[in-house]
């Protein structure tokens, strides 16, 4: 965790402090993978306002998708990058510093 | 700021939680291994005997080629379905579910490696209390990470397995245990895991009757489909030459008829070249079945129950000691425990 500074300004990656990208990482880094099924299943929202926070999320290298082909009709996955779970880390400690000394 | 914080963490451990607890065993998985388990409790035990593979390792090799090959064959079909049904349902796999099949797998191969193992170190009364064991712990450990209240299943599972070790059932209808549990217990386990969620207590105690109920009543129509009937004849008409010795014949012997146990003993140290016989007196009148001549392995004590020597007679060696005698040199000294009544 990083050490705080007294007044010092924490910085929260802006891509990440938002309610509904903060919730798909999270997901993400705990179950590995997910389609875009499970996400929208798993956060209650509609198909174009997840469409919108994934096109942000893959944008940033944050999330890498993987299109699998074979058996069966063709399957699109997520999967948090090495990128994204570092900057998700980051963000994190952020937030739990600030969680811990409150302004 | 500290509330948007607080709300920012909170909402984090609950989306790390719902990602962890993905875990989902589908109602396919369940049928194609509980069938596989019941059919390998009813099978196993005709085909791999000493009747048909009288050597250790030939039994071994059988149980690696029949219960590993099943097995085998059924965590192949298991997988290749799930990952199919979650590809047309546009789902995944979870890394933690990938995780606990290979649990899953390794539990099955320690169960077909201490079944190998019981062939030549014993304990072979365990054996179908053991894989009830393994796959309860199984269960119990797919449910640490599921939405599903599979622990509640491992659990009884687990005490299916030890529950009757503790009483001292009749290994065959141990065998009888296990194939219900496996072959109608797993089956239906999805069906009660979905009610589950609503009455967490009554539904898993309803699967467990149902699988009690189905075993008690298999048991009882089996053991009496085959429980030998007819009249007994006594020893001495039996060994009377005029008397024709086939067919089936149940025989009374006495009490107090003294019965010959001839021991042949192997060994790198001991000089084996003669077979030694033991004298021993029945305490218990015994009516035993006979089929063209030859015991067909059922017998009981003094107008007691009928059972089979598999189930009834249990022989264990309690101590194996050595003592230097002043006058006579070295003993070795056996203590056998022979249990007939149940």
């Known amino acids: ?103 | 700021m500290t509330e948007t914080a607080t709300d920012q963490l909170a909402s984090i451990r609950a989306m790390l939680d719902t990602g962890l607890h993905s875990v989902r065993l589908d109602s396919h998985s369940l049928i194609i291994w509980g069938l596989a388990g019941g059919l390998l409790c009813v099978i196993a035990d005709i085909v791999i005997s000493p009747e048909y593979l009288p050597v250790h390792w030939q039994r071994a090799l059988a149980i690696l080629a029949l219960v590993g090959g099943l097995l085998t064959i059924a965590g192949i079909l298991d997988y290749r379905i799930t990952h199919r049904r979650r590809r047309e349902n546009d789902e995944t796999v979870s890394f933690v579910q990938h995780q606990l099949t290979k649990v899953w797998w390794l539990l099955m191969s320690l169960g077909v490696l201490l079944t190998i193992g019981m062939e030549f170190f014993g304990g072979g009364y365990m054996s179908y209390s053991m894989w009830m064991f393994l796959v309860g712990l199984a269960l119990t450990i797919h449910g640490l990470f599921s939405q599903q209240p599979l622990k509640w299943y491992g659990g009884l599972f687990i005490a299916l397995a030890i529950g009757p070790l503790l009483v001292q059932v009749p290994y065959e209808a141990l065998r009888w245990i296990a194939a219900a549990a496996f072959g109608i217990g797993l089956p239906t386990a999805g069906l009660f895991v979905q009610r589950s969620r609503a009455s967490p207590l009554i539904w898993p105690l309803a699967w467990c009757a149902l699988v009690i109920a189905a075993a008690v009543g298999i048991y009882t129509v089996v053991n009496g489909l085959h429980e030998p009937k007819g009249e007994v004849i006594s020893l001495s008409h039996y060994l009377d030459s005029s008397f024709r010795k086939t067919g089936t014949q149940l025989v009374n012997i006495p009490s107090g008829t003294r019965i010959p146990v001839n021991i042949n003993i192997s060994s790198d140290t001991l000089d084996t070249n003669s077979v030694i016989e033991i004298p021993i007196t029945l305490s218990r009148s015994l009516d035993i079945a006979l089929r063209e001549g030859n015991p067909i392995g059922w017998y009981r004590l003094e107008n007691g129950q009928w059972q089979t020597v598999k189930s009834g007679l249990r022989i264990r060696v309690r101590d194996l000691d050595s003592s230097m005698d002043s006058h006579k040199g070295p003993v070795i000294s056996l203590k056998v425990d022979i249990s007939a009544a149940r």
């Open chain 1, 1 to 103: 965790m990083q050490k705080y500074e007294p007044g010092a300004n924490l910085e929260l990656d802006s891509l990440l402090h938002q309610p509904v990208r903060t919730k798909i990482v999270a997901f993400l880094i705990a179950r590995g993978e997910a389609t875009f099924r499970e996400l929208k299943n798993t956060l209650h929202i509609t198909d174009g306002n997840l469409d919108a926070h994934m096109r942000k999320l893959v944008a940033a290298e944050y999330i890498t998708t993987h299109k699998q082909s074979g058996q069966g009709r063709p399957q699109t996955t997520y999967i948090l990058s090495a990128k994204g779970e570092s900057a998700f880390r980051v963000y994190l400690d952020n937030l739990q510093t600030l969680f811990n000394h409150p302004r």
